[in-house]
């Protein structure tokens, strides 16, 4: 496999050079269906080699007073179709007029053959120079290769960077440390994103590069291998290495094909096409996959060898600590059992005294000897000993080793170990064990060998901009929200931490949190599936009947309580009392409640807000109620509106207002407005209402008198068509988003509507300047002294990779008054907007709405009446149904 090039005599023939280029890049292009991919990216470097040699050559360059130098990714000898070409002109101190003149002449060239050039023309003192200011030109300079002109000065250079490089092993280890840890700040720490880079996420490229510059700095040398020579890593570390970095480089290959540019960041854009080419599109036997398909087996295979260059990375990078920065700690280890021991990481420590060794916080467990993993149960043994000391924050590097060799050496599941079963119980129901025990369990893959279905979810990620993170990515995080319910986030969530403290048993909520999501990928209903498997973890375990039953319940029902508060009206006794229903119990309900809202903050950093906290805990505490009362089964709405009005009233009084007017006002609301509204909004729209006068019309509030982090939108005006149409246009125009929707009508022809509304961002409204602009936006409208606004957004990057049909769901409630459906839509711009106008066009009354985005997918629920205010009849609700479609498919 040989590409040969015909180089034209003349580098003014550019159109003869060029066409090189392009035939090289088909051939290199037709080669990626079955080349290896080294000597791909070998091939790609080397034909630039004889390219800018041949040029060189061309510009008669002075052979001893200059030479052409590749550093950086291209000095290491490898290049991807679109990779930048670093290159050094070194230059002796007199180089002469011709010999810039040349260089400007090349780099002219190179521009003009459209080629990604970095260079800079120094001297070998500049580079000293310029090494000693810049990690990163020193990096570069480690790897460099000569290509054409002068030998001896590249000698010269050589022999200057081998006796006096100017950054210490020492400080160009920190500095390459420090350079990868805000690297990592910059992805949050985690590879798990929807749209990695594959060179700079945590994991890609750019950490095995970084183990490597170290290495070759410390043992000054040239070469990846040393690290095998040096001890630092075993042949089988060094081999696993290089199959990540071949499949990276495989994947950027593919990449930089796709897009037509340099590009690293694997964006949904692309991520169909890559996995076609990379062969992800079809099986064994030549079947199909879906594009979907075909992206998430791709995606799978990606982060699991993210994980395992993290892991690499972690590891190497606490050996070189060790050898280079020298002992952290002069203390000896001190036994915890047979087979482990801490070591205390203040060099201040007394290690004979047992009190300062008690006052230490910054432990290090270590295995004592090379088999302290040999037996299985040593390895739950080891975390177990993290939870019960919690001055432990790390584990040595040579122990990390230990651990892995033993995890790949394992020939069966840990749980197919009776001890095993016997220790991992003990484990979560150790009150710590989901701290940093766990964690580390998740990080070096453990729990992918004590739970097969565990195993399998590693790495299973789901194309849409639902789920930011993969599976066991999300269950992890679940699960350690949970802990933090219980220990650190106490203040913000004291419904959930008060439920969990009566919790007898709250590592059955762990466990149903570690359950809940572990059959997706599988095939079926994931909430089934993971029931079935909790089923026989209980049993496996000897967990008991109830335990079972309650687990189990929790993994088929996890969505049950988000499902119900954010696309069901909570305010309607029949939702409340079908949800108290199928909890059945007070217990069920409090395990619910906890698990929904660890699972919500565990999806998407971008999904949870104080509305969607203050729904829960509505849903929780109206179903509460319900429990209690054994003797009814539906929710007493009259109690409700009977306190919520005494309430407001102690509150209007309060506030100087007489009963006479706020009883002759409340006259005309119905009983709906008040069983809907809290005390507080009850009394912040009536005092305003009885404050304003008929020609101020329409009123409108904007503020959040409920304290939910939400802005609160009430408009108070003369009855009139398609009110809801119109606030939406303008809301779509101001870049808010509407979240929930009460549409209220007073016996005398008055509307009173209330909207929930956030900013794109998921935050309220706070600004002054932007209150007031919306506020009069709506004024003007309503007004009609201003046109209603048209969405001019266009859709997104993201959102066009996305095709989500559109479909509309009747649901049948016992409403002669109302008909209720589900809308699920491609979250577009102005979808709001749009689907007010289909109500105004074919005269439909909405009621009420909740809006929900799933991702890329809006799952809507809206209430709807004719406008004789009845149910829709079957024609109306077909009429509906296709004007929907019809509007909502349109580009």
Request: hydrophobic share 40%; with cysteine.
């Amino acid at each position: 496999m040989t590409f040969t090039p015909v180089w034209p005599e003349s580098i003014s023939a550019t159109a003869a050079w060029r066409q090189q280029l392009h035939d090289f890049n088909q051939w290199s292009k037709e080669q990626f269906l079955h080349a290896d991919i080294e000597t791909l990216v070998s091939a790609r470097a080397q034909f630039f080699d004889q390219m800018l040699s041949a040029l060189w050559q061309r510009c008669q360059f002075d052979p001893s007073a200059i030479a052409l130098l590749a550093v950086g990714g291209y000095g290491r000898g490898t290049l991807h179709p679109e990779s930048d070409i670093d290159l050094l002109f070194l230059v002796s101190a007199d180089v002469d007029a011709n010999d810039q003149q040349r260089i400007s002449q090349f780099i002219t060239l190179l521009w003009d053959l459209r080629l990604q050039v970095g260079h800079a023309v120094r001297t070998i003192d500049d580079c000293f120079e310029h090494a000693a200011q810049d990690i990163t030109i020193a990096t570069s300079l480690i790897e460099h290769r000569l290509l054409a002109g002068s030998e001896a000065l590249t000698q010269s250079l050589e022999q200057r960077l081998h006796y006096h490089f100017p950054w210490s092993s020492r400080d160009f280890y920190q500095a390459k440390k420090a350079e990868q840890v805000e690297r990592h700040k910059q992805y949050h720490g985690t590879a798990y994103n929807l749209e990695p880079n594959i060179k700079a996420s945590p994991g890609g490229l750019r950490d095995i590069q970084t183990i490597s510059w170290i290495a070759k700095q410390h043992f000054n040398t040239r070469n990846d291998e040393s690290l095998v020579e040096f001890n630092f890593i075993t042949a089988e570390e060094f081999v696993e290495l290089k199959e990540c970095t071949e499949f990276l480089w495989r994947v950027r290959f593919a990449l930089h094909l796709v897009a037509g540019k340099s590009e690293d960041r694997l964006l949904f854009d692309f991520q169909p096409d890559v996995a076609q080419m990379l062969g992800y599109a079809h099986n064994q036997q030549g079947e199909n996959y879906s594009a979907k398909h075909a992206v998430e087996r791709m995606m799978k295979d990606f982060f699991k060898v993210v994980l395992r260059v993290g892991e690499l990375n972690r590891m190497l990078l606490q050996f070189f600590e060790q050898a280079i920065l020298g002992p952290m700690t002069l203390a000896q280890p001190t036994p915890l059992n047979d087979h482990f021991a801490y070591l205390p990481l203040d060099s201040n420590a007394n290690p004979s005294s047992d009190q300062a060794v008690e006052q230490q916080n910054n432990w290090q467990i270590m295995a004592r000897h090379d088999h302290a993993f040999s037996q299985p149960e040593n390895i739950l043994q080891f975390f177990l000993l993290i939870a019960e000391h919690p001055q432990i924050t790390s584990v040595h590097s040579h122990s990390i080793r230990l651990l892995r060799n033993a995890r790949r050496e394992l020939e069966a599941y840990l749980v197919d170990f009776p001890a095993c079963r016997e220790l991992f119980i003990e484990f979560v129901r150790h009150p710590r064990s989901f701290d940093l025990a766990f964690e580390l369990m998740h990080r070096y893959g453990i729990m992918a060998r004590y739970l097969p279905a565990w195993d399998h979810i590693v790495g299973q990620m789901q194309f849409d901009l639902f789920h930011a993170y993969t599976v066991d990515e999300h269950t992890f995080r679940l699960v350690r929200n949970i802990y933090r319910l219980r220990h650190q986030d106490r203040e913000e969530f004291p419904l959930a931490s008060q439920l969990i403290d009566n919790m007898e048993h709250p590592e059955w909520l762990f466990l149903a949190g570690i359950f809940h999501d572990i059959a997706k990928g599988r095939g079926g209903d994931h909430s089934q599936l993971g029931a079935e498997d909790a089923r026989v973890f209980a049993a496996q375990h000897q967990l008991g009947e109830h335990a079972s039953d309650l687990i189990a319940w929790l993994v088929e029902q996890h969505l049950l309580m988000s499902v119900t508060a954010q696309k069901r009206d909570i305010y309607d006794p029949d939702v409340i009392a079908t949800f108290a229903k199928a909890c059945g119990s007070q217990e069920r309900l409090d395990y619910l409640y906890c698990l929904t809202v660890a699972d919500i903050r565990a999806t998407n950093s971008n999904l949870w807000n104080n509305w969607k906290a203050t729904l829960l805990e509505e849903l929780y505490r109206a179903t509460s109620e319900l429990i209690q009362q054994k003797d009814k089964n539906t929710f007493d709405v009259r109690q409700r509106v009977q306190n919520n009005r005494q309430l407001a009233m102690g509150l209007l009084l309060s506030a100087g207002f007489e009963v006479t007017a706020i009883s002759q006002l409340w006259g005309r609301f119905t009983a709906d407005y008040f069983f809907r509204h809290t005390p507080e909004q009850i009394a912040w729209h009536s005092q305003n209402i009885l404050d304003t006068q008929e020609h101020q019309l329409p009123l409108i509030l904007i503020g959040d008198e409920n304290n939910t982090g939400t802005t609160e939108l009430f408009i108070y005006h003369h009855e009139e068509s398609h009110l809801f149409a119109k606030v939406a246009a303008v809301l779509d125009s101001e870049q808010l988003s509407i979240h929930d929707a009460q549409i209220l009508n007073t016996r005398d022809g008055y509307v009173m509507d209330t909207f929930i509304v956030l900013q794109r961002d998921g935050h309220p409204l706070s600004e002054p300047r932007r209150i007031e602009e919306l506020h009069q936006h709506l004024h003007d409208v309503l007004r009609k002294r201003r046109k209603v606004p048209t969405s001019q957004r266009a859709i997104s990057r993201r959102l066009r990779n996305f095709n989500v049909r559109t479909k509309v769901k009747f649901i049948n409630l016992k409403n002669a008054r109302r008909t209720t459906f589900e809308l699920t839509a491609l979250d577009r711009p102005g979808l709001i907007a749009r689907i007010a106008h289909v109500f105004q066009t074919l005269d439909i009354n909405l009621v009420a709405a909740k809006i929900t985005t799933v991702g890329e997918q809006a799952e809507d629920l809206f209430i709807v009446a004719s406008n004789q205010q009845q149910a829709l009849t079957e024609s109306e609700r077909e009429a509906l149904k296709k004007a929907m479609i019809s509007a909502l498919e349109q580009n």
